[in-house]
């Protein structure tokens, strides 16, 4: 077993809003909250039908299109939020960094600035 300094030794793409990869574990379908090389945790919107120590088979699709198969064991399960370690070869650093770059550049587009006040004194 890891000990907790050891357990993010994996750099970890953190998802909010848009841009979260979809998630098909069987006839389940769910949003990716985080990714890393050996682990991910997704969202259903429905009860997830596994429990800790279940394997687990899924296809994960990302927002530049690519769909990852991946498997792995069910580590935590808390209501409708799953938590997998995945077995080996999990998820390649190149996935996890155009992960990072894409959400980056997500953010930029979606950055909005707001316009100045138009007022009775500025028309």
């Given at each position: 077993?890891?000990?907790?300094?050891?357990?993010?030794?994996?750099?970890?793409?953190q998802?909010?809003?848009?841009?979260?990869?979809?998630?098909?574990?069987?006839?389940?379908?769910g949003?990716?909250?985080d990714?890393?090389?050996?682990?991910?945790r997704?969202?259903?919107?429905?009860?997830?039908?596994?429990?800790?120590?279940?394997?687990?088979?899924a296809?994960?699709?990302?927002?530049?299109?690519?769909?990852?198969?991946?498997?792995?064991?069910?580590?935590r399960?808390?209501?409708h939020?799953?938590?997998?370690?995945?077995?080996?070869?999990?998820?390649?650093?190149?996935?996890?960094?155009?992960?990072?770059?894409?959400l980056?550049?997500?953010?930029?587009v979606?950055?909005?600035?707001?316009?100045?006040?138009?007022?009775?004194?500025?028309?």
């Amino acid at each position: 077993m890891r000990s907790p300094e050891d357990r993010r030794a994996f750099y970890r793409v953190q998802y909010t809003g848009s841009g979260r990869p979809a998630i098909r574990a069987g006839d389940v379908m769910g949003a990716v909250l985080d990714v890393s090389e050996r682990g991910l945790r997704y969202a259903t919107g429905e009860p997830p039908g596994v429990a800790t120590g279940n394997g687990l088979s899924a296809q994960v699709r990302f927002g530049d299109g690519s769909t990852v198969h991946v498997r792995g064991m069910v580590t935590r399960v808390d209501g409708h939020e799953v938590s997998v370690r995945l077995f080996s070869p999990g998820l390649s650093l190149g996935v996890i960094l155009n992960e990072q770059r894409r959400l980056r550049a997500l953010q930029r587009v979606l950055t909005i600035t707001t316009p100045p006040l138009i007022t009775n004194a500025t028309r």
